[in-house]
């Protein structure tokens, strides 16, 4: 089914892959703490692989330096340490996803990264700056087990790198007072009842203490200490509720002083703080969309002036502030453009434009994303995003599933969804039970119900909804994910065959036990947690039958497209490989494609491009849209496991 030129809510071109999946033309905007400058990622000139540039805060942004030189997968995750002059990278290996911390002396030129966290399969996580320690960063790393992370101290001056505290064997994430910079919190998870437990010390030569439990099925963390001398912080808790409220709570005893704020649709988000006082500044929700609640009025003020200023309807947030706060990096987001970054000068009240991370866009007409509502079956309401592709009438429809499942789908720009309507297709995007945010009761009804249970039927019902609401054409529908959402596209075709005319599936599992007995070893603490939600697939094979497509492959008779990573840890080749060679060989239409240097999901420009441009031929063929020509791009290192096998 071809939608009408006329019909089309897109532009009336096609817009090129490349313009939408393409490496940003810059992104990131980072203010070095004392002000003087301002870093952002961009594609380096020679590779065009995203790096780490610099430029002064007073000059024009055309005279920034590139500082980094990565040659492959390109720079995602970067930020600067507290010294100003030190910035910090993340990176893998070909999507491992054993990142390294690594640093570059930005005051040098041609100065080499240095590797912080050293060794081959070492995994750094939960690194941790503080102003008032500017020459060191504590960093986690699995370097003496691989299951657990033992946090580091490292002097960013000397090099120096000392064990600070040790894991005792069961914590997940460790948490530092901030004018002392110590280690005073740690969050564990019990391996026999799923509970989380916060732990809490007066220092670090304390003994720790239980501060809360947390039973499997409630939802909480410590938020930050507060500036007391150690007598009270502020907790996330949904104990004796369903959503989470912001608490004040006793650090000796754990008792609850205060309910500082708490919404009954969602759970409180993030978290803004006065970083000396401690005092709470703003907090974050969002149901469908962002919305603040403001305790600082100044701060207030500021939002509403960037507020005026801003593009209509674009969300706004401080991506970056100096330690001063008297400069701001904000963002723009809208759902039918490039994000925008402006600078705002907190004394003078004015903006001054940065730059658009994908100006690019800018020549295309897009499409609003809407929130939307949808009843499942038994009632419960679930916020979903809708992208239309027709302004008269039905169209074909692309159910995009996000992956987790525990995480969810926010309003904003999405380049797939963009793609999907200016190709003739409207996207839907469902917050299914089990996604996050939506309080305890929301995510725990996803609790054992995936592939045949309530999860799945949270999707079918939102493809009933959208047909029954005149936007989707019933003959042309295709379930379309990653990750749980490649899951969620294998049970579709297969549990409900008649809904769906085809399938995408990217880094998707197939079978739910071979995923779970080969996950990182630093996931291992979390394993008898998925049991809980998912079901346990180890001691009850009939279960793991009952909800694992790859036992129902005779149920499949709809065209699916596998895109996957050979180095992915999370769900490996294996799970793509079982599926399409048994389809394959029972001669039930698939596609598969397998890039040996691609983790989860598709990190390579040229990569993502390729699976794209093969997505958008399946898309044309099974559902009717248009196409721009397909020519591979030149970095693709795409591979075909089927047709190489029949050589």
């Avoid at 330096?65 to 040659?71: A, F, Q």
């Avoid at 499942?376 to 429809?397: F, I, M, Q």
């Avoid at 997505?615 to 559902?623: G, T």
């Amino acid at each position: 089914m071809t939608i009408p030129a006329a019909n089309l809510v897109s532009d009336e071109r096609i817009i090129p892959r490349d313009v939408l999946f393409g490496n940003p033309e810059r992104a990131s905007p980072m203010l070095s703490p004392d002000g003087n400058y301002i870093a952002f990622l961009a594609p380096s000139i020679e590779d065009e692989v995203l790096n780490v540039w610099v430029y002064g805060t007073d000059e024009d942004i055309e005279k920034a330096r590139m500082i980094t030189t990565d040659k492959s997968r390109g720079i995602r995750q970067a930020f600067w340490a507290q010294d100003s002059k030190t910035m910090m990278y993340m990176q893998d290996f070909e999507g491992d996803e054993n990142f390294h911390l690594w640093s570059v002396d930005t005051t040098q030129v041609d100065a080499a990264a240095k590797d912080l966290t050293p060794g081959e399969n070492v995994k750094a996580s939960n690194i941790l700056t503080n102003k008032r320690f500017p020459d060191e960063v504590l960093v986690g790393t699995n370097a003496n087990n691989p299951a657990l992370f033992d946090m580091y101290r490292i002097n960013l001056k000397t090099g120096e790198t000392v064990l600070d505290t040790k894991n005792p064997g069961d914590v997940l994430g460790w948490g530092a007072e901030d004018f002392s910079f110590e280690i005073r919190e740690a969050l564990s998870k019990n391996q026999e009842d799923s509970s989380e437990i916060v732990r809490v010390r007066d220092d670090s030569k304390s003994e720790w203490r239980t501060l809360k439990i947390f039973p499997y099925g409630e939802e909480g963390n410590l938020v930050d200490f507060c500036a007391d001398d150690g007598k009270t912080c502020y907790m996330t808790s949904s104990v004796g509720r369903d959503t989470t409220a912001l608490l004040k709570v006793d650090l000796k005893t754990g008792e609850t002083l205060e309910e500082i704020f708490s919404n009954e649709k969602c759970d409180v988000g993030s978290v803004f703080l006065d970083e000396d006082t401690k005092e709470i500044r703003s907090i974050a929700y969002n149901y469908a969309r962002t919305e603040r609640l403001f305790f600082d009025k100044d701060l207030e003020k500021d939002y509403k002036i960037l507020e005026d200023a801003s593009p209509d309807g674009a969300e706004i947030s401080i991506s970056s502030m100096t330690d001063d706060e008297n400069l701001w990096v904000v963002s723009y987001t809208r759902s039918e453009g490039p994000t925008e970054f402006v600078l705002y000068d907190r004394k003078t009240k004015t903006t001054k434009f940065l730059f658009h991370s994908q100006p690019a866009l800018l020549e295309y007409k897009m499409v609003p994303m809407e929130d939307v509502i949808i009843p499942a079956r038994d009632g419960l309401d679930l916020v979903a995003y809708l992208t239309r592709a027709s302004s008269e009438g039905p169209s074909p429809l692309i159910l995009l599933v996000h992956g987790g499942p525990w995480a969810r789908d926010r309003w904003g720009f999405n380049g797939s969804a963009q793609w999907f309507a200016n190709r003739g297709y409207s996207t839907l995007q469902v917050n299914y039970r089990g996604s996050t945010g939506y309080g305890k009761s929301f995510l725990h009804k996803g609790d054992k119900e995936w592939g045949v249970g309530d999860m799945q039927h949270d999707l079918t019902d939102s493809v009933k909804w959208a047909i029954d609401q005149g936007i989707a054409d019933p003959d042309n529908t295709c379930i379309y994910g990653g990750s749980y959402g490649g899951y969620a596209c294998l049970a579709g075709l297969t549990f409900t065959p008649d809904t769906y005319k085809c399938g995408v599936d990217i880094v998707g599992p197939s079978n739910i036990k071979t995923l779970l007995d080969s996950i990182p070893a630093y996931w291992g603490p979390l394993r008898n947690d998925m049991l809980l939600k998912i079901g346990d697939v180890d001691a009850d094979a009939e279960f793991n039958e009952k909800i694992s497509p790859l036992f129902h492959v005779d149920k499949i008779s709809k065209p699916l497209l596998i895109g996957q990573g050979a180095n992915d840890p999370r769900v490996k080749q294996a799970e793509a490989d079982q599926i399409a060679f048994s389809m394959h060989k029972k001669g039930i239409p698939v596609e598969y494609v397998l890039y040996p240097d691609e983790g989860h999901g598709f990190a390579r420009p040229d990569n993502r491009i390729d699976f794209n441009a093969r997505a958008e031929m399946f898309l044309a063929k099974h559902l009717g849209g248009r196409s721009e020509e397909f020519v591979k791009p030149k970095g693709s290192t795409a591979t075909f496991p089927l047709l190489e096998k029949e050589k």
